[in-house]
């Protein structure tokens, strides 16, 4: 049981999940400051607040005599914040390795069109005759 989750652990996946998990934290403080500290203000310029915390808020009364509050300003910047550290993971991570495994199949001479290559249905024909012409006819189902 050890062995096996030694070899579980040790596996290139997991370990790659775990990098991309503390990359992703590490990148989404960093978002998280630049959109508090840049967009939220940007944004409260047009609503007269000081953050999305307290813009866009709409209050309605409770049927106990309350009120209830909707904070939309809040939900509009966790959307912001959200798409910012998208857009920050896309630019750094997912650009830089698409271009670096296209140069990586370009310099193996890797083509990706997948209209030269024969279908399934085609390669399992091909198999059937070659089995034939070697007399190995298998048995019809």
Request: hydrophobic fraction near 55%; proline fraction near 4%.
């Amino acid at each position: 049981m050890i062995q096996g989750f030694k070899e579980f652990i040790l596996r290139g996946n997991v370990i790659d999940l775990a990098v991309a998990v503390v990359i992703g934290a590490a990148f989404t403080a960093i978002v998280n400051v630049l959109v508090e500290s840049l967009i939220n203000p940007l944004i409260g310029l047009f609503f007269a607040a000081d953050s999305l915390e307290t813009a866009l808020q709409i209050t309605v009364p409770t049927l106990g005599g309350g009120t209830s509050t909707f904070a939309i300003g809040a939900i509009l910047g966790a959307i912001i914040n959200f798409l910012a550290v998208a857009l920050v993971v896309y630019i750094v991570f997912v650009v830089p390795m698409n271009r670096a495994r296209d140069r990586a199949a370009a310099k193996a001479g890797v083509t990706e069109d997948a209209e030269d290559l024969p279908s399934e249905t085609e390669l399992l024909v091909q198999i059937r005759d070659l089995l034939q012409q070697q007399g190995n006819t298998p048995p019809r189902v």
